[in-house]
């Protein structure tokens, strides 16, 4: 498990973080459902050669819940720029997934934060994007926040693991699920699949061109929430290079192909 022993105020919202290696610095953004937990078999891997510093999005994690919190993606790259600050960091590396992908987006877009490399897989960048649960939930949030837990437990994990193209372990499931139990995480769960909205990403996407920085998209060939010819697109936008497909890959590749993340930032240091 990684540690987040920092804590930031920002906009009133209390944000964990973590920093850990030697070297360039990078950053690690997460997505959604998740936490700075899918970069702990990555992080260790990459600490001999960056300073990597990972963080909870506002509302995920070990990051503040709170209700009418506001937990979408208008201010998630707020959050990111303030962090930046934080950390005095210039131009560091990022590495993003899924809304961490839109975050890192937005800042660049919207913000003014410049990278020295992005590496995106799997990003919510492209509309259409929101899966038939995250629709179903926009309208009927109340009712989801407030089910039996036996019932958000079943939902919750079934959830998950349709993220993913292998079956995921029990010990993924319960770090993945642990945030998002009891009486604060279970709505806070519902909460930020309420504040979805494709919006965020359609006023960014109208911007978006080759970057001042090197970019490389991956994405699992298998991913059933965001399909890989989304990937290819974001890729003939942002990049110089086409996307590179991870065979055996869904959503999740931080857990079904780690290995083959790693070899691609490995294969840009090299």
Not at 255 to 269: C, G, H, Q, S, V
Request: aromatic share 10%.
């Amino acid at each position: 498990m990684l540690d987040l022993p920092n804590t930031t105020i920002i906009e009133g919202n209390a944000v964990r973080w973590g920093k850990t290696g030697d070297g360039p610095p990078l950053v690690a953004i997460h997505g959604t459902p998740f936490s700075s937990q899918v970069w702990r078999r990555i992080v260790p891997l990459l600490t001999d050669r960056r300073t990597v510093y990972y963080f909870d999005l506002v509302g995920y994690g070990q990051s503040e819940m709170r209700a009418g919190q506001d937990v979408s993606l208008a201010v998630q790259n707020r959050v990111l720029a303030a962090l930046f600050a934080e950390w005095g960091l210039d131009r560091p590396e990022v590495l993003a997934h899924d809304f961490g992908g839109a975050t890192a987006l937005r800042a660049y877009y919207l913000n003014g934060l410049r990278y020295a490399a992005l590496t995106l897989f799997d990003a919510v960048a492209l509309a259409p994007w929101g899966s038939p649960l995250v629709q179903h939930v926009r309208r009927h949030e109340a009712a989801f926040s407030g089910m039996p837990d036996y019932m958000h437990r079943a939902v919750l994990r079934a959830y998950l693991q349709t993220a993913a193209h292998e079956p995921l372990s029990e010990e993924a499931l319960e770090i993945y699920s642990a945030p998002w139990l009891g009486p604060v995480g279970q709505p806070a769960f519902y909460r930020q699949i309420a504040q979805m909205d494709q919006h965020f990403t359609d006023e960014v996407e109208r911007l978006y061109a080759k970057m001042d920085c090197s970019v490389t998209v991956l994405w699992g060939r298998n991913d059933d929430w965001i399909p890989y010819e989304t990937g290819q697109a974001l890729a003939a936008i942002l990049s110089d290079h086409p996307c590179i497909p991870i065979p055996n890959a869904g959503h999740l590749v931080q857990e079904d192909r780690p290995e083959a993340l790693m070899a691609a930032i490995l294969k840009r240091w090299n």
